[in-house]
């Protein structure tokens, strides 16, 4: 694995990569780094090129003023910027929680492009307004005991109360997350992007919830049955409204399966992306 910079359109944008060969976006979620797919990057680049960037505002890339507006369509251009300017003309997309709405989009907006989507434990996706403005608050009250009074502890602790076991935390993380939560500029980011999600909760331009039977993309959705910010049963629910997409549902996993059981989420990303049949 690999840490580069590049300059998209005046902004400076850091991105994990490794491997060569067809192109995989692994997009966090919201608060967050691309360093969350540190047990994903080098299995997955013995394949594929994983490109797991830092979105807009978070970890070490800039962040845009969204005007009091929803972050999505900045984040989706800048992304599909990002894939211009590293050369690809066809890739797949995986997201996290927030980054599976942006990973949605993303297919959404260049549907030609986008082979493959991989959405993970994303109530970003398959919640209805009211349920993801409530897992919305949720997440800013846990994200900022960390972002507004940064020590590691309370980086740990903060992934703690998202994964199912607490011990799956990956230390490796912790020390690059709070390097970036110093910077008083990411919380600033943090709060602009949970309003602008919450205020377009009911957007059926910004969301997919309300069109999901449109997203013809290739999809495979990984959640974990006890996810405290994505309701498992909603995403079977979603998941009969697509009409080219499968799911699988890791027991004993909460928010951050990709961290949790990077084994087995590494091994059907890759049977996914080879084009093998996986899930139901």
């Given at each position: ?56 505002g978070h970890g070490f890339t800039d ?218």
């Amino acid at each position: 694995m690999r840490i580069s910079f590049a300059n998209i359109d005046g902004v400076k944008t850091r991105y994990l990569h490794a491997g060569e060969g067809h192109p995989i976006f692994l997009l966090h979620g919201v608060g967050i780094s691309g360093d969350c797919f540190m047990r994903n990057m080098d299995v997955l680049g013995e394949h594929f090129h994983a490109i797991a960037p830092d979105m807009l505002g978070h970890g070490f890339t800039d962040y845009v003023d969204f005007q009091g507006g929803p972050p999505q369509p900045h984040v989706v251009k800048h992304l599909g910027r990002l894939a211009d300017h590293l050369g690809f003309d066809k890739y797949s997309v995986a997201g996290s929680s927030y980054g599976g709405l942006i990973a949605a989009l993303m297919a959404c907006d260049r549907p030609a492009r986008v082979e493959n989507l991989i959405v993970i434990g994303s109530g970003s996706v398959f919640h209805p307004a009211d349920d993801q403005v409530s897992a919305l608050k949720a997440a800013f009250a846990n994200a900022s005991q960390a972002m507004g009074d940064p020590t590691l502890e309370s980086c740990r602790k903060r992934m703690a109360n998202i994964c199912f076991d607490p011990a799956s935390v990956d230390e490796r993380m912790l020390p690059v997350q709070l390097t970036s939560y110093a910077d008083p500029s990411r919380f600033e980011a943090y709060k602009a992007t949970i309003n602008g999600l919450i205020g377009a909760a009911e957007s059926p331009v910004h969301r997919v919830y309300s069109r999901l039977e449109e997203i013809k993309t290739r999809t495979l959705i990984i959640t974990g049955r006890e996810d405290i910010r994505a309701q498992v049963k909603l995403h079977e629910e979603g998941r009969h409204r697509m009409p080219n997409a499968r799911i699988v549902v890791f027991d004993k996993c909460s928010h951050m399966p990709m961290m949790e059981y990077p084994e087995r989420f590494n091994t059907l990303v890759t049977d996914f992306l080879q084009g093998k049949t996986v899930g139901d």
